[in-house]
């Protein structure tokens, strides 16, 4: 019997025949052949394609009144993946032959490694034979090796828990387009020909910066002035009664100087700071002046090599087997990232960052040490180099002491209301190791650290106070705000927030500058339109895991739980309604009449075939569905228009790529001919042709108006703006020759 090993992608496949001992051959007894995949090869139909054709325009043309959608309509159908053919037919081959399938793909929480192979397995007809699922923390030899012959049957790919996860979170987030599509015409009817894409955490993400930003610009400072104490090192006295007043002049002058009164003096300890997560990596690496997106595919290709762990985990900790691999190449990694190993005295497994649950860990160094960090820069670039080390260094706090330091208290002896604090360091432990918040301004230092503690006398003091302004939004700050509420993963968080601050994008929807966090012209229009919406509700991630979980289970109906998503959406669209016309109140912008709009994958598209979405209308002629066609195939097409003044005219060309205002878009353009060619369905001869060039205005018969009737006209050729001009009851115009037949 063979058993066929589906992998995720060729670097896993290459890291599963390191670790079997080929691209096929024997392991452990078993006969194996491993096919990989390239991430999703299959992914949902278009709408207008997953429902009957009768039902095709509702879903395929932008419009308020085709929403919400009803759902059941779906066929849920899936179709293959552009330019994944090749890769298709190499697993469909590779599998055919064999008895047992193997799922190997990534193993996550969110069950789309599952999802990528069962979709794979059931449109390649290949879930006629024995399934079985690999469970592995990474893809060290050692691990993969245990995970083939600890290999689980899977009953039934359709009743696979994490498929049916996986499956309900790609269906409702495949229904979230219903709201990027309201949200769009709500722009449009204001004059944007903008796409706003929303979903759950992209709407997340933008209101939590517009509401932190508003919150940022409305601040208004609130001095304060109010008496304390302060002794020789430094240290204040507060009386949390004391009053306070607007101006220094009205602080009353009514205390003296006093000796201090230690109360107590206690030491304590913090532990090393939580291992990373790729959001918590990634929002170091900005602050240095990496682009998420680098940080994402950088990461990527060191793990390939085993130089770091695993991305896209969900783990906070580590597994005591995860501990026990790693902390052999504690002093190599020490090396590389230039730490001393003399402050790694904590070899032990901590409580807190070592515990026996989790699947992949927590971001760490991988098993594969690099020689030095140059050598990682040459392999993996700038990049590469600062992720690495800060991760080693996160990791090897893990293996320093605690930070120790004595907590002194007094008081005022002659005001015992007035009371001190002082933090006095006494062993640096981890701090030595790995500070996370270095370098970072927006981070306070403890404002009660003293190296000296507790003086022995106070002096009075006036002391000026403000209400303190809200944090500017960066990544950083949007990263801890997002783990706070538990919306998305470390990875899903860092490859979203990638996604819509991307500059390249057409419509970004955040914009960093520097380190700071704003919010770019679409995302200010979204985040007008988001108040008192359920997708701009920050717990409906919350909800959607929590179904997640209760489908993996079987103890909800999926198709059930979407039924919710059509009241969803048609509350939020009278949301959004009445938030429209506060955006154009804010933006002044006024509200217009929106243009029909054709949509489809242009085949001839300059930068290869995509999805385009252009105006239905044109010079007064509405595209039929045969000339969309056409136009999408790359094809001319010739139709009759209307001119701003009335007048009819014959148009012929092809979708193009325009701009206007800086802006680029996907249009009709007109062919302008170099020659008089027609006019009102009549074709030129040669000697008409060669006369009209000439300038001579040429009376002629066979026009053809709009409702088909025939008609004479005087014509000539305006050579500049390359167009034939009609001369209607122009009684004073005469041909400068006479008219050629």
Same mark, same amino acid.
């Given at each position: 019997?063979?058993?066929?090993?589906?992998?995720?992608?060729?670097?896993?496949?290459?890291?599963? *025949?390191?670790?079997?001992?080929?691209?096929?051959?024997?392991?452990?007894?078993?006969?194996?052949?491993?096919?990989?995949?390239?991430?999703?090869?299959?992914?949902?139909?278009?709408?207008?394609?997953?429902?009957?054709?009768?039902?095709?325009?509702?879903?395929?043309?932008?419009?308020?009144?085709?929403?919400?959608?009803?759902?059941?309509?779906?066929?849920?159908?899936?179709?293959?993946?552009?330019?994944?053919?090749?890769?298709?037919?190499?697993?469909?081959?590779?599998?055919?032959?064999?008895?047992?399938?193997?799922?190997?793909?990534?193993?996550?929480?969110?069950?789309?490694?599952?999802?990528?192979?069962?979709?794979?397995?059931?449109?390649?007809?290949?879930?006629?034979?024995?399934?079985?699922?690999?469970?592995?923390?990474?893809?060290?030899?050692?691990?993969?090796?245990?995970?083939?012959?600890?290999?689980?049957?899977?009953?039934?790919?359709?009743?696979?828990?994490?498929?049916?996860?996986?499956?309900?979170?790609?269906?409702?987030?495949?229904?979230?387009?219903?709201?990027?599509?309201?949200?769009?015409?709500?722009?449009?009817?204001?004059?944007?020909?903008?796409?706003?894409?929303?979903?759950?955490?992209?709407?997340?993400?933008?209101?939590?910066?517009?509401?932190?930003?508003?919150?940022?610009?409305?601040?208004?400072?609130?001095?304060?002035?109010?008496?304390?104490?302060?002794?020789?090192?430094?240290?204040?006295?507060?009386?949390?009664?004391?009053?306070?007043?607007?101006?220094?002049?009205?602080?009353?002058?009514?205390?003296?100087?006093?000796?201090?009164?230690?109360?107590?003096?206690?030491?304590?300890?913090?532990?090393?700071?939580?291992?990373?997560?790729?959001?918590?990596?990634?929002?170091m690496l900005v602050n240095k002046g990496v682009k998420a997106q680098l940080t994402l595919k950088t990461y990527q290709a060191m793990y390939e090599q085993q130089v770091v762990s695993y991305p896209r985990t969900e783990d906070k900790t580590i597994t005591p087997q995860q501990h026990a691999e790693l902390a052999p190449l504690a002093d190599r990694i020490a090396a590389v990232a230039g730490?001393?190993?003399?402050?790694?005295?904590?070899?032990?497994?901590?409580?807190?960052?070592?515990?026996?649950?989790?699947?992949?860990?927590?971001?760490?160094?991988?098993?594969?040490?690099?020689?030095?960090?140059?050598?990682?820069?040459?392999?993996?670039?700038?990049?590469?180099?600062?992720?690495?080390?800060?991760?080693?260094?996160?990791?090897?706090?893990?293996?320093?002491?605690?930070?120790?330091?004595?907590?002194?208290?007094?008081?005022?002896?002659?005001?015992?209301?007035?009371?001190?604090?002082?933090?006095?360091?006494?062993?640096?432990?981890?701090?030595?190791?790995?500070?996370?918040?270095?370098?970072?301004?927006?981070?306070?230092?403890?404002?009660?650290?003293?190296?000296?503690?507790?003086?022995?006398?106070?002096?009075?003091?006036?002391?000026?106070?403000?209400?303190?302004?809200?944090?500017?939004?960066?990544?950083?700050?949007?990263?801890?705000?997002?783990?706070?509420?538990?919306?998305?993963?470390?990875?899903?968080?860092?490859?979203?927030?990638?996604?819509?601050?991307?500059?390249?994008?057409?419509?970004?929807?955040?914009?960093?500058?520097?380190?700071?966090?704003?919010?770019?012209?679409?995302?200010?229009?979204?985040?007008?339109?988001?108040?008192?919406?359920?997708?701009?509700?920050?717990?409906?991630?919350?909800?959607?895991?929590?179904?997640?979980?209760?489908?993996?289970?079987?103890?909800?109906?999926?198709?059930?739980?979407?039924?919710?998503?059509?009241?969803?959406?048609?509350?939020?669209?009278?949301?959004?309604?009445?938030?429209?016309?506060?955006?154009?109140?804010?933006?002044?912008?006024?509200?217009?009449?929106?243009?029909?709009?054709?949509?489809?994958?242009?085949?001839?598209?300059?930068?290869?075939?995509?999805?385009?979405?252009?105006?239905?209308?044109?010079?007064?002629?509405?595209?039929?569905?045969?000339?969309?066609?056409?136009?999408?195939?790359?094809?001319?097409?010739?139709?009759?228009?209307?001119?701003?003044?009335?007048?009819?005219? *014959?148009?012929?060309?092809?979708?193009?790529?325009?701009?206007?205002?800086?802006?680029?878009?996907?249009?009709?353009?007109?062919?302008?001919?170099?020659?008089?060619?027609?006019?009102?369905?009549?074709?030129?001869?040669?000697?008409?042709?060669?006369?009209?060039?000439?300038?001579?205005?040429?009376?002629?018969?066979?026009?053809?108006?709009?409702?088909?009737?025939?008609?004479?006209?005087?014509?000539?050729?305006?050579?500049?703006?390359?167009?034939?001009?009609?001369?209607?009851?122009?009684?004073?115009?005469?041909?400068?020759?006479?008219?050629?037949?």
């Amino acid at each position: 019997m063979t058993v066929g090993i589906l992998m995720e992608k060729p670097s896993a496949a290459r890291n599963g *025949s390191k670790a079997w001992g080929g691209t096929k051959g024997t392991f452990d007894g078993e006969q194996y052949v491993i096919a990989h995949a390239r991430g999703h090869l299959y992914e949902f139909a278009a709408p207008d394609k997953m429902v009957d054709p009768s039902l095709a325009g509702k879903y395929k043309n932008w419009d308020l009144t085709n929403l919400p959608w009803d759902l059941r309509d779906f066929s849920w159908a899936n179709e293959p993946i552009k330019d994944t053919a090749q890769v298709r037919n190499n697993v469909k081959q590779a599998l055919s032959g064999c008895e047992e399938i193997a799922i190997a793909t990534d193993w996550d929480e969110s069950g789309e490694g599952d999802a990528i192979a069962i979709n794979a397995l059931v449109e390649l007809g290949l879930t006629d034979k024995k399934i079985s699922r690999l469970h592995f923390t990474d893809e060290s030899e050692k691990s993969l090796q245990q995970a083939f012959k600890d290999r689980r049957p899977v009953q039934s790919v359709h009743e696979h828990p994490a498929f049916k996860k996986a499956r309900f979170r790609s269906m409702f987030d495949f229904a979230s387009m219903q709201w990027s599509r309201a949200a769009t015409i709500m722009a449009r009817q204001s004059g944007q020909d903008t796409v706003l894409r929303q979903g759950r955490l992209k709407s997340a993400m933008v209101k939590l910066v517009g509401d932190q930003l508003k919150a940022y610009n409305d601040y208004v400072k609130q001095p304060f002035f109010q008496n304390r104490f302060r002794d020789e090192n430094a240290v204040v006295y507060t009386n949390p009664d004391e009053p306070r007043f607007d101006r220094a002049n009205q602080v009353p002058q009514e205390y003296t100087a006093s000796p201090v009164v230690r109360d107590s003096v206690e030491m304590r300890r913090t532990a090393p700071p939580k291992l990373l997560d790729l959001a918590a990596l990634s929002s170091m690496l900005v602050n240095k002046g990496v682009k998420a997106q680098l940080t994402l595919k950088t990461y990527q290709a060191m793990y390939e090599q085993q130089v770091v762990s695993y991305p896209r985990t969900e783990d906070k900790t580590i597994t005591p087997q995860q501990h026990a691999e790693l902390a052999p190449l504690a002093d190599r990694i020490a090396a590389v990232a230039g730490v001393d190993t003399k402050h790694l005295t904590h070899r032990e497994p901590r409580k807190t960052h070592v515990k026996p649950v989790g699947a992949h860990g927590a971001n760490r160094p991988g098993p594969n040490v690099p020689s030095s960090l140059d050598d990682v820069e040459q392999r993996f670039g700038t990049a590469g180099r600062i992720i690495y080390q800060t991760l080693a260094k996160n990791y090897l706090a893990m293996l320093a002491a605690d930070y120790e330091y004595e907590q002194h208290k007094g008081h005022v002896e002659k005001y015992p209301d007035f009371k001190g604090l002082a933090n006095v360091p006494k062993k640096m432990g981890w701090k030595l190791v790995f500070d996370p918040d270095a370098g970072d301004e927006d981070t306070a230092s403890d404002e009660n650290e003293s190296a000296h503690g507790l003086g022995t006398g106070a002096e009075p003091y006036v002391h000026e106070g403000a209400n303190k302004r809200p944090e500017h939004p960066s990544m950083k700050w949007l990263m801890k705000q997002l783990e706070k509420r538990d919306v998305g993963t470390g990875a899903t968080r860092t490859s979203t927030y990638s996604e819509v601050t991307n500059a390249k994008a057409k419509n970004p929807l955040l914009v960093e500058k520097g380190k700071k966090l704003t919010l770019a012209s679409a995302g200010e229009m979204s985040w007008l339109l988001l108040p008192g919406t359920r997708i701009g509700d920050l717990s409906l991630t919350e909800q959607i895991y929590a179904d997640m979980r209760a489908v993996a289970e079987g103890s909800a109906d999926p198709d059930q739980l979407l039924t919710r998503v059509a009241d969803w959406v048609r509350e939020d669209i009278e949301v959004m309604t009445r938030n429209a016309d506060a955006m154009r109140a804010t933006l002044g912008l006024a509200k217009t009449e929106v243009s029909a709009r054709a949509e489809g994958v242009w085949a001839a598209a300059p930068d290869g075939a995509k999805k385009v979405s252009f105006k239905k209308v044109w010079a007064g002629h509405e595209f039929t569905d045969d000339e969309i066609g056409r136009l999408l195939a790359g094809e001319e097409i010739a139709f009759e228009a209307t001119s701003k003044a009335g007048k009819s005219f *014959s148009a012929k060309g092809r979708l193009g790529v325009s701009e206007f205002k800086g802006r680029r878009y996907v249009g009709f353009q007109l062919e302008v001919p170099d020659r008089p060619e027609a006019w009102c369905k009549r074709s030129f001869s040669e000697d008409e042709k060669q006369a009209l060039e000439a300038g001579e205005i040429l009376e002629l018969d066979g026009f053809v108006s709009k409702n088909g009737k025939t008609f004479p006209a005087k014509v000539s050729w305006d050579a500049k703006a390359k167009r034939i001009v009609p001369h209607f009851d122009d009684k004073k115009s005469k041909p400068r020759a006479k008219a050629r037949v």
